[in-house]
T-cell receptor, first 113, second 113 residues
Framework: DGGITQSPKYLFRKEGQNVTLSCEQNLNHDAMYWYRQDPGQGLRLIYYSQIVNDFQKGDIAEGYSVSREKKESFPLTVTSAQKNPTAFYLC????????????FGPGTRLTVL | SQQGEEDPQALSIQEGENATMNCSYKTSINNLQWYRQNSGRGLVHLILIRSNEREKHSGRLRVTLDTSKKSSSLLITASRAADTASYFCATASLTDSWGKLQFGAGTQVVVTP
């Protein structure tokens, strides 16, 4: 059963704490992406990775960090430096070519208490 | 920054009616894609239209692209209650890096039985 998974579905964090969101794919895709979605808005790109051990900042990278040690995994850490972290986070993957669609995970809803 | 802007922001129709939504964008594109998002879920790819195409069909979906006006439309014919969702356009720019997409804010569609 191929696809992209994210965990946990819901996450609660106290202010000042770092938290890591998991994203795993078994589609053998080279490229992976992290997006943030706020209520009633579209997706904004946080980070993306075209290949293992390489990643680039998106439009809103401040306060976030990522790693890409394995092709299948692209975890996102929301640090305490992110001023307004409460949001819906979506991970996606694609085979990386410009022409192709992105496949999305089910998302993680992060709430900062 | 968001590349695409959808219009209208929200649309309410009855089952059997057609739903039309529009997307405008700013820069030259390689392709434009439409995605659907059910509430609290990840996005699902619907259709991709390349910059050298003017119209594309997939089942009850019809997409048009006018690169001279930098706009696209998505038509859902004979709508069903299951079509209730938010619909997003996303553009793959000619100048952006490999595989990046810019999403609009979306059109929220409600189909009542």
């Amino acid at each position: 059963d191929g696809g992209i998974t994210q965990s946990p579905k819901y996450l609660f964090r106290k202010e000042g704490q770092n938290v890591t969101l998991s994203c795993e794919q078994n589609l053998n895709h080279d490229a992976m992406y992290w997006y943030r979605q706020d209520p009633g808005q579209g997706l904004r790109l946080i980070y993306y990775s075209q290949i293992v051990n390489d990643f680039q900042k998106g439009d809103i990278a401040e306060g976030y960090s990522v790693s890409r040690e394995k092709k299948e995994s692209f975890p996102l850490t929301v640090t305490s430096a992110q001023k307004n972290p409460t949001a819906f986070y979506l991970c996606a993957s694609s085979n990386g070519q410009l022409i192709n669609e992105q496949f999305f995970g089910p998302g993680t809803r992060l709430t900062v208490l | 920054s968001q590349q695409g802007e959808e219009d209208p922001q929200a649309l309410s129709i009855q089952e059997g009616e057609n739903a039309t939504m529009n997307c405008s964008y700013k820069t030259s594109i390689n392709n434009l894609q439409w995605y659907r998002q059910n509430s609290g879920r990840g996005l699902v790819h619907l259709i991709l239209i390349r910059s050298n195409e003017r119209e594309k069909h997939s089942g009850r979906l019809r997409v048009t692209l006018d690169t001279s006006k930098k706009s696209s439309s998505l038509l859902i014919t004979a709508s069903r209650a299951a079509d209730t969702a938010s619909y997003f356009c996303a553009t793959a720019s000619l100048t952006d890096s490999w595989g990046k997409l810019q999403f609009g804010a979306g059109t929220q569609v409600v189909v009542t039985p």
